[in-house]
């Protein structure tokens, strides 16, 4: 496991290294720790009792963005890659159903949307870990 004051350098550093080191400003970066219910799962919306807390396991993004609409997402738990271009998302989450992937191009899928195809006027590369 990798000390919380580390995740982001090593994520800055994994990204680089796949993406090239002089990479266009502004990186940005996020991390979210795993969390665990002790008394049960969904009573907390339902006026019941819950013991949640974080975990020292946790997911991190971290990107850039690019001068055109493709977008590239590195998976380090699964040491894959995923492109896909923003006008034709939808199309690729729907083809690949169930894997990793169709979780990253379906979130991009709604939010490209939400927001609408005319705003998004560039893509971004990212690692996730």
């Known amino acids: 496991m990798v000390p919380e004051h580390e995740v982001i350098p090593r994520a800055l550093s994994t990204l680089r290294s796949r993406y090239g ?67 034709s998302v939808k199309e690729v989450a729907s083809a690949d159903k169930g894997s990793w992937q169709s979780y990253v191009c379906g979130s991009m899928a709604k939010f490209v949307e939400e927001v609408g195809k005319d705003k998004m006027t560039y893509g971004f590369q990212a690692v996730i870990g």
């Open 21 to 87: 080191p002089d990479l266009p400003l502004p990186v940005s970066a996020a991390f979210a720790p795993g969390r665990v219910n002790l008394i049960g799962e969904h009573t907390d919306y339902n006026e019941g009792f819950v013991f949640p807390m974080c975990l020292e396991y946790g997911t991190f993004v971290i990107g850039s963005r690019t001068q055109d609409k493709t977008c590239t997402v590195y998976s380090a738990a699964m040491d894959a890659e995923v492109a896909f271009d923003i006008d």
